[in-house]
């Protein structure tokens, strides 16, 4: 079963817009990753935050963490249609050496 | 520097058969994981090693084993191949396995 869920399962917005993702885990974690995925490809480390932090940015990504609800947020403001992709966030289990995805944010940015 | 290269790229195989991945992390990357993505599974976690010994694997059959070289080359192999092994199978590799994994572009593997 999958750690993370992320919500919604899609996304089409225009370009310039914000894109908003969520992602929702079970367990206890040590911090959350987000990585993206253009087509067949391999996905790309965007942002990493850790379990003792709330919030971090970077770039046009901004990343929050609630660790009461086990929930963290993905924002990418001004999006581009480079920016369609599918969005994953990613847990630790077990101390680590296990990291778990979840089923991922299809982003479609229309120009 | 270069990447995590993964290879081969495409791969078509009859059922039963045997196959075997490889996977090259970036210099200096001692932990290499290893991923399956179906449509309908999406990415699951099949096996973590560090240092030639696998630290962490996930629920599949023993169909599928990997292991780790000591240049930190992985290879995994997949035995007695079945139609849903179809899939891409992903390799990250990353310092010390923990986060900020570096993917490679997958292998396709297709079982006829």
């Known amino acids: 079963s999958q750690q993370g869920e992320e919500d919604p399962q899609a996304l089409s917005i225009q370009e310039g817009e914000n894109a908003t993702m969520n992602c929702s885990y079970k367990t206890s974690i040590n911090n959350l990753q987000w990585y993206r995925q253009n087509s067949g490809r391999g996905l790309v480390h965007l942002i990493l935050i850790r379990s003792n932090e709330r ?9 929050t963490l609630d660790t009461s609800k086990k929930s963290s947020s993905l924002l990418i403001t001004a999006s581009r ?22 089923a991922g944010t299809r982003l479609f940015v229309k120009a | 520097k270069a990447g995590v290269t993964q290879t081969p790229r495409y791969l078509i195989k009859t059922r039963g058969q045997q196959v075997t991945l490889s996977c090259s992390p970036i210099s200096g990357h001692r932990s290499v994981s290893w991923y399956q993505q179906t449509p309908g599974q ?3 976690f099949l096996f973590e090693y560090f240092s030639e010994t696998q630290r962490n694997k ?10 780790q070289f000591s240049n930190s080359r992985s290879e995994m ?10 899939a891409l199978y992903l390799c990250a590799s990353s310092l010390e396995g923990r986060y900020g994994y570096t993917f490679g ?8």
């Open chain 1, 55 to 63: 919030e971090k940015h970077s770039g046009r990504l901004r990343v």
């Open chain 1, 81 to 102: 249609a480079a920016d369609t992709a599918s969005y994953f966030c990613a847990t630790d289990l077990d101390g680590g050496f296990k990291t778990i995805f979840g």
């Open chain 2, 42 to 44: 999406g990415l699951q």
């Open chain 2, 58 to 67: 996930g629920n599949f059959p023993g169909r599928f084993s990997g292991r």
């Open chain 2, 77 to 86: 192999n997949v035995s007695t191949l079945e139609l849903g092994d179809s």
């Open chain 2, 105 to 112: 572009s997958g292998t396709r593997l297709t079982v006829v």
